[in-house]
């Protein structure tokens, strides 16, 4: 069994800025790509940014140049620094990670944390 689990939510004032963070622990043979996704009330979850194990990075165009994706593969973390927040990036924030999980086996499973609330509010 594999957990995601997000760090550093909270709530902060427009222009203001937050660092995530998202351990994996468990069951981990290769952590595969990584990503952050966000879910404001009444709309859809949708990517925020992604990295793949090789270090290539996308970012949603309403974060670039605001957000910064990066990943410690030593410690099995993704972060999200958040720069310049505005009201409207305010969401529930969540990890995903595609993981494998077994040697003896080449699948790699999806998983999600639990989510990480964001406020962005004077």
């Known amino acids: 069994q594999v957990r995601l689990v997000e760090s550093g939510g909270g709530l902060v004032q427009p222009g203001g800025s937050l660092r995530l963070s998202c351990a994996a622990s468990?069951?981990?043979?290769?952590?595969?790509?990584m990503g952050w996704y966000r879910q404001a009330p009444g709309k859809q979850r949708e990517l925020v940014a992604g990295?793949?194990?090789?270090?290539?990075?996308n970012y949603a165009d309403f974060v670039k140049g605001r957000f910064t994706i990066s990943r410690d593969n030593a410690k099995n973390t993704v972060y999200l620094q958040m720069t310049s927040l505005k009201p409207e990036d305010t969401a529930v924030y969540y990890c995903?990670?595609?993981?494998?999980?077994?040697?003896?086996?080449?699948?790699?499973?999806?998983?999600w944390g639990q989510g990480t609330q964001v406020t962005v509010s004077s």
């Open positions: 468990g069951s981990i043979v290769r952590i595969n790509a």
């Open positions: 990295i793949t194990s090789g270090g290539s990075i």
């Open positions: 995903n990670a595609d993981i494998r999980s077994f040697n003896w086996s080449p699948t790699n499973y999806n998983y």
